[in-house]
């Protein structure tokens, strides 16, 4: 081999190294830290130092200043982050470009709040597994909303309407709420009854500032974060719960308290990038969410919109 293919050669597979690393570089960049950029990768906090580290010896350029206090770009980091995030951008309009063209056949990611994955699409997609055969499925139970740009999911099933732009958002259904505890722990008098809330990371969404005024003074002796664990403290007799109707009305362990109707209703929304909208299997998993949302006993379907 010539001298000058060799050198070629070297350079090719550093450029590919580079390229390869380069997604590390750029989500330190975002976050600053190396916990938070390994969190968001999936990988170990050391995997992330090493292939930065990589990629400034391959460079010859330091791009972060290691700070007790986290990773702060050096001004060439900072010049370099510019390009990486017009790479990166360029790579995700790919990606979502190749599923826009795909076939039937292939991987569909949903998004959706922890309880809606699991009680909701869940049991009632495996129920209708005949109409996604081809299909292979992955259900993200998270409270956060993710990234459809960059192609956390495909598919996204949100309780307020999306405010990121470039995003296609449907209404598909309302889900309402009632007041729930476990049988026999209504025959209680009112003055002892004792609550199960939210934190205060969630104090202000609308059902939760419902509950606080049914409450009023009295006790909350649970809250959390997470609606399953209100919903099982609840079945446990623990006190009473504001609850979606979808999840608790068919509860043999629950019973609903009708004398405290709720007027408290909140919409969820099926969000997708426009990129993936062009996909068959996409499109057919939306639409089976639409049907699965309208044939769920506590969500009312919304008209359909063009």
């Not at 170990?44 to 010896?57: F, G, I, K, M, N």
């Not at 025959?187 to 104090?203: A, I, M, T, V």
């Not at 979606?244 to 362990?253: E, G, I, R, S």
């Not at 998993?285 to 969500?299: I, K, W």
Request: with cysteine.
């Amino acid at each position: 081999m010539s001298v000058q293919k060799s050198t070629e050669k070297s350079l090719a597979e550093n450029q590919r190294l580079q390229w390869d690393d380069v997604r590390y570089f750029l989500e330190l960049a975002r976050v600053g830290s190396l916990s938070g950029a390994a969190r968001n990768l999936g990988v170990e906090h050391s995997t992330v130092a090493r292939r930065v580290e990589a990629l400034e010896q391959s460079l010859e350029i330091r791009l972060f200043d290691r700070l007790p206090k986290g990773w702060s770009l050096t001004p060439e980091g900072e010049t370099l982050a510019i390009q990486a995030k017009r790479l990166d951008d360029e790579a995700q309009a790919f990606s979502r470009a190749a599923v826009g063209v795909s076939s039937m056949k292939g991987t569909v990611r949903i998004s959706a709040p922890p309880v809606l994955a699991s009680h909701l699409l869940v049991p009632r997609l495996a129920g209708i597994r005949s109409q996604w055969m081809n299909i292979d499925l992955e259900v993200i139970g998270e409270s956060r909303d993710a990234n459809l740009a960059r192609g956390e999911a495909d598919l996204a099933i949100r309780m307020s309407r999306p405010t990121a732009p470039g995003l296609v958002a449907r209404c598909i259904g309302e889900t309402s709420y009632g007041l729930y505890a476990a049988y026999g722990y209504a025959n209680r008098p009112e003055s002892e009854w004792e609550f199960l809330g939210y934190d205060d990371d969630l104090g202000q969404v609308p059902q939760q500032r419902w509950l606080n005024q049914i409450a009023g003074d009295r006790r909350f002796v649970f809250r959390s974060n997470d609606l399953g664990a209100l919903l099982n403290a609840a079945r446990v007799g623990l006190g009473i719960a504001a609850l979606p109707n979808f999840l608790a009305a068919n509860d043999t362990a629950l019973c609903l308290l009708s004398n405290h109707a709720c007027s408290t209703v909140r919409q969820l929304w099926l969000v997708m990038h426009p990129d993936v909208k062009r996909s068959p299997r996409v499109r057919l998993v939306a639409d089976l969410l639409l049907t699965l949302v309208g044939e769920t006993p506590g969500l009312s379907l919304k008209a359909k919109q063009p």
